[in-house]
């Protein structure tokens, strides 16, 4: 069984704070990772993917990953109240002929004005 | 525009009656899933397609089933053996190009009276 463990918080920071949100996941044969932002309510959508040991960085959200440590990681800087939502991480794992996409049960993310 | 379409947003069920949810994508998208999303939770997966004429059990498939007979096209049924359908049923399309991205539609929310 592929597992993927996320903190499900919720997780509360101040307006223009930095938010950290930590996954673990438990297939070292797993290539891909995302994170995906879930307002309540409404499907999830992307936000970052990353395949590479390191950091990745798009405007305010910088994704990282330790395949050795088996943990990836999401960093919202200059939160915003409109970031408040849950954020999913997600792990991919491509064998056998087949491609599937495990969920961790994610993390409320509050961001206080 | 493209996309993923579910119906019907929501949907007050019986106990004992099956119900069927519908998928349609206009993506040209070979693979396509089916996951379900209870409070709190994350997504777990219910069956996935990854062709026509093909699809596969998941992590929750008891209770459920499928049929994939057109590419655009990935319906659900929820049966009378499915012990607590309640739930946010979400379908998804897995992108072309190497970020295996997927697609969401925007869910359909089944209550059992």
């Known amino acids: 069984q592929k597992e993927v463990e996320q903190n499900s918080g919720p997780l509360s920071v101040p307006e223009g704070a930095i938010a950290s949100l930590n996954c673990t996941y438990s297939?070292?044969?797993?290539?891909?990772f995302f994170w995906y932002r879930q307002y309540s309510g409404k499907s999830p959508e992307l936000i970052m993917f990353?395949?590479?040991?390191g950091d990745k960085e798009d405007g305010r959200f910088t994704a990282q990953l330790n395949k050795a440590s088996q943990y990836v990681s999401l960093l919202i800087r200059d939160s915003q109240p409109s970031d408040s939502a849950t954020y999913l991480c997600?792990?991919?794992?491509?064998?056998?002929?087949?491609?599937?996409?495990?969920f961790g049960k994610g993390t409320k993310l509050s961001v206080i004005p | 525009d493209g996309g993923i379409t579910q119906s019907p947003k929501y949907l007050f069920r019986k106990e004992g009656q099956n119900v069927t949810l519908s998928c349609e994508q206009n993506?040209?998208?070979?693979?396509m899933y089916w996951y379900r999303q209870d409070p709190g939770q994350g997504l777990r997966l219910i069956y996935y397609?990854?062709?026509?004429?093909?699809?596969q059990k998941g992590d929750i498939a008891e209770g459920y089933s499928v049929s994939r007979e057109k590419k655009e096209s990935f319906p659900l049924t929820v049966t009378s053996a499915q012990k607590n359908p309640t739930a946010f049923y979400l379908c998804?399309?897995?992108?072309?190009?190497?970020?295996?991205?997927?697609?969401f539609g925007e869910g359909s929310r089944l209550t059992v009276l």
């Open positions: 397609s990854q062709i026509v004429n093909d699809f």
């Open positions: 990353i395949y590479s040991n």
């Open positions: 297939d070292r044969g797993s290539q891909s």
């Open positions: 997600a792990v991919i794992y491509s064998g056998a002929g087949s491609y599937q996409l495990t």
């Open positions: 993506l040209n998208h070979d693979a």
């Open positions: 998804a399309s897995l992108g072309k190009s190497k970020t295996g991205e997927l697609f």
